[in-house]
């Protein structure tokens, strides 16, 4: 078959690839524009190396719905549009310049977690499960039917970086099972049911906020699940200065008596370990980055930094 690619981010390079080995034709790779600043590129889609590699046509408008950017796609002739991590929703009339449509891989078991960041935020929630969902596109936002779909377990000290790297590639494997399943004209095809559905919405800096209410768990999987970006933060309350802006590096969850303690209290800064209370529970910080300078290992801003026991962490508020 035919095939246009559109996929911008890291998380379509294996699926691109992954085409590229089949008996498949990609006529063409569909993707973001270039970011500019200034006259200058800042970002470059991982995916235009891969396109590049093969001499394969890129086309990367500002708005893939506009009827010059449908035209372009339908003068390639695609039987089918492969979509992962693009960027945009593509309107019912763009998913009609192929034959058969688009097909969509989605970070997640749908329908739960429709949206921008389904990795983050099945992590955020505690999920010990995710997996990835492929689906023949409809012009509501990951609604289609499921036409493959696989599963995977997520390690308690996985990050949404290390899960993504893992979910893109057992993903690249669906999509091909998708579409040979397509040109066999065996697919099923598997409705969602709206009533399962959760959303994913894309993620904001002051979703990093620690609030130290939560439990240690709780915070543990934000610090996990908001890795690379936006990362987890918190203000140190100094007696002896203005309170300090601090994103948190990996955190454990560790077993403290913090009955009578406010959440946000710092428990133990000595001997290499800075323990947190909670609001159920306690966390070991393994390092910071207080605002403006590098990344501490804990021993290390111990060292150069005054946190004593019953400094407060929180909200950068007088009263927390």
Same mark, same amino acid.
């Given at each position: 078959?035919?095939?246009?690619?559109?996929?911008?981010?890291?998380?379509?390079?294996?699926?691109?690839r992954?085409?590229?080995?089949?008996h498949h034709?990609a006529?063409?790779?569909?993707?973001?524009p270039?970011?500019?600043?200034?006259?200058?590129?800042?970002?470059?889609?991982?995916?235009?190396?891969?396109?590049?590699?093969?001499?394969i046509?890129?086309?990367?408008?500002?708005?893939?719905?506009?009827?010059?950017?449908?035209?372009i796609?339908?003068?390639y002739e695609a039987?089918?549009?492969?979509?992962?991590?693009?960027?945009?929703?593509?309107?019912a009339?763009?998913?009609a310049?192929?034959?058969?449509?688009?097909i969509?891989?989605h970070?997640?078991?749908?329908p739960?977690?429709?949206?921008?960041?389904?990795?983050?935020?099945?992590i955020y929630h505690?999920e010990?499960e995710t997996g990835v969902s492929?689906?023949?596109?409809t012009?509501r936002?990951?609604a289609?039917p499921?036409?493959?779909?696989?599963?995977?377990s997520?390690?308690?000290?996985e990050?949404?970086?290390?899960?993504e790297?893992?979910?893109a590639?057992i993903g690249?494997?669906?999509?091909?099972?998708?579409i040979?399943?397509?040109?066999? !004209?065996?697919?099923?095809a598997?409705p969602?049911? /709206? #009533?399962?559905a959760?959303?994913? $919405?894309?993620l904001?800096?002051?979703? &990093?906020e620690?609030?130290?209410?939560r439990?240690?768990?709780?915070?543990?999987?934000q610090?996990?699940?908001?890795?690379?970006?936006?990362?987890?933060y918190?203000?140190w309350?100094r007696?002896?200065?203005?309170p300090?802006r601090?994103?948190?590096g990996?955190?454990?969850?560790v077993?403290?008596?913090v009955?009578?303690?406010?959440p946000?209290?710092?428990?133990?800064?000595?001997?290499?370990r800075?323990?947190?209370?909670a609001?159920? !529970?306690?966390v070991?910080?393994?390092?910071?980055? /207080? #605002?403006g300078?590098r990344?501490? $290992?804990?021993?290390?801003?111990?060292? &150069?930094?005054?946190?004593?026991?019953?400094?407060r962490?929180g909200?950068?508020?007088?009263?927390?």
């Amino acid at each position: 078959m035919r095939l246009v690619m559109m996929g911008t981010g890291p998380f379509a390079v294996p699926t691109f690839r992954g085409l590229l080995e089949t008996h498949h034709i990609a006529v063409a790779l569909v993707t973001g524009p270039m970011k500019r600043r200034g006259g200058k590129i800042i970002a470059v889609s991982p995916m235009r190396d891969v396109a590049h590699e093969q001499a394969i046509p890129i086309f990367d408008p500002e708005d893939i719905n506009t009827e010059s950017s449908q035209a372009i796609l339908s003068a390639y002739e695609a039987d089918l549009l492969i979509v992962c991590d693009y960027g945009q929703i593509l309107a019912a009339s763009t998913l009609a310049t192929a034959r058969l449509g688009g097909i969509n891989l989605h970070a997640s078991l749908l329908p739960k977690y429709r949206g921008a960041a389904p990795i983050n935020w099945a992590i955020y929630h505690g999920e010990t499960e995710t997996g990835v969902s492929v689906i023949h596109m409809t012009p509501r936002v990951d609604a289609g039917p499921v036409i493959a779909q696989g599963t995977t377990s997520i390690d308690e000290e996985e990050t949404a970086a290390d899960l993504e790297i893992r979910l893109a590639k057992i993903g690249a494997w669906f999509v091909r099972r998708a579409i040979d399943s397509l040109e066999a !004209g065996v697919l099923e095809a598997f409705p969602q049911d /709206p #009533a399962l559905a959760s959303k994913a $919405p894309r993620l904001k800096k002051t979703d &990093g906020e620690i609030d130290w209410h939560r439990s240690a768990t709780a915070i543990k999987n934000q610090v996990r699940a908001l890795e690379p970006w936006p990362k987890t933060y918190t203000f140190w309350h100094r007696s002896d200065g203005q309170p300090l802006r601090m994103i948190l590096g990996p955190a454990m969850v560790v077993n403290s008596s913090v009955a009578t303690v406010p959440p946000g209290t710092i428990l133990e800064a000595e001997n290499d370990r800075l323990v947190v209370a909670a609001g159920e !529970g306690a966390v070991a910080l393994s390092g910071v980055q /207080p #605002a403006g300078k590098r990344y501490f $290992p804990i021993a290390e801003f111990l060292r &150069g930094y005054h946190i004593r026991r019953g400094d407060r962490l929180g909200a950068d508020q007088t009263d927390g």
